[in-house]
C-alpha cells in the first residue's frame, strides 16, 4: 500500500496517484482528520507492531509514502464555539502522532511533514556556497540602517519573502501572491515596513535564462526558462505558460550537475527543485533548492521529460535508483482525460491543469 499524504485537490497528488495505479499499485491519498469514516484514525502505540487506521484501511506498514501538500484536518463543524480552540490544537496533535506513525511505518518516504532546516534559505545559501556554487551576495534583516546600506552598495536589489504566502479576495475572486520585488534605490524603502517583517534581500543578477531543475530519484531534468523576445522575468512565476515565455530542455555542464547531486545528498533528498540563474557572462548562480516544489508544469511544456512517469516509479519501486521504462502510456495528456482528473475538477468546482499551475494572480472560482 502506498500513501500520499495530502490532498485530493491537488493535482501533484491525484496525477502521481492515477500514475501509480497504472503501474499496478494500490495508492490513497489522505485528505486530513475529519469527522466522517473515511477521515477517521485510529492508532495502537506499544504495541509492536503498531496498527494504522485511516479511514476504513487498517495497516501495520507501507510501502512508500509521499508528504505532499498536507491538510491536518477537515473544517471543523458541529463543535461548540467555546471548545473550537481546543479541538483544533487535539487536530494538530492528532496529526502530529499520525503523521509520524506514518513515517516511522514506511519502506520509502519522500518528503517531510514537518518545517526542517532543508526549507531555511540561510542554510540553503551556505551550504551551496560551500560546494561550489556562485551565489548572489544576501542579507537577510530586519535593521534599516543594514538594509538600507546593503541596497546602497549593490544599487539594484531584488527583495523576496521567506515563502510564498497567497490572499484570497472573496469578492473579486482572485488570488494575490507574495512575489519577488525590485529595488533601485534606498527612496523605495520604509523603516516601518522593514523592521516589523524580515525578508530576503539578494543583489539582484542580470539575467540571460533561468533554470529549473528537477531532480527525482537518480535522474535530473533540467529547464531552460526564458522570454520568447530574449531575457529573463523578473520572478518567471508570474509568466510561465503565456506568450512570453520559452521553456526548453537544456543540458547542465557537468560541474552544475556535480554539484546539484552534492546539493541533494547532503540535504538527504530524494526528489527536490533547484532553482538557478543564468547571467550575460555564462556564470551560474544558485538561489534556492525546493524539496516540495512543483514539476508537473515543466512536463506540461517540454513533452520530452517523463516527470510524472519518474516520480510515479519511485514510489513504486521504493528506490532512488529505478528504471525509467514502459511509461509511454503514463503522461499529462492520458492522466487529463482519466476519471480521476475528472473527479479532481469536479471537487474544486474550477479548472486547474498543468499549464496554469502558477498562475495565482488571476484566478477565477
Known sequence: MHLIYGNSEDYHAVAVAWAMRKLG???FIWDGLGATEDAQISLTPGALPGCIRMGTRMMKELDSVWFRRIVKHTPIKDVDRDAVEF??????FGHLNLAVSVRAAASFVVGNPFADETQCKALQLDTAAALGFLVPETLISTN?????NFVRRMGKVAVKPFNPYFWHHAEERTYRIASTTVLNGTAEIESAQIEVCPAIYQRYIEK???LRVTVIGTYIFAA?????????FVDWRFGIGSHESLVESVYLDPSTEARIRQLIAVFNLKYGCVDLIVDPRGDVYFLEINPGGQFL???SMVKEFPMLAAFAIMLQSQTMDFSLVQ?????????ERSQEFE??????????????????VEVSY
Not at 479541538?87 to 494538530?92: A, D, F, I, K, Y
Not at 531552460?224 to 529573463?232: C, F, H, M, Q
Not at 511509461?327 to 492522466?335: A, K, M, S
Open 297 to 299: 508544469f515543466v512536463e
Open 144 to 148: 534599516y540602517d543594514e538594509v538600507a
Open 343 to 360: 473527479e479532481m475538477v469536479s471537487r474544486k468546482g474550477t479548472l486547474v491543469t498543468s499549464s496554469c499551475v502558477y498562475k495565482e
Open 25 to 27: 499499485a494500490e495508492v
Open 224 to 232: 531552460k526558462i526564458s522570454r520568447v523576445d530574449g531575457g529573463a
Open 327 to 335: 511509461h509511454d502510456q503514463i503522461g499529462l495528456p492520458q492522466f
Open 87 to 92: 479541538v483544533e490544537n487535539e487536530l494538530r
Open 208 to 210: 540571460r535564462y533561468e
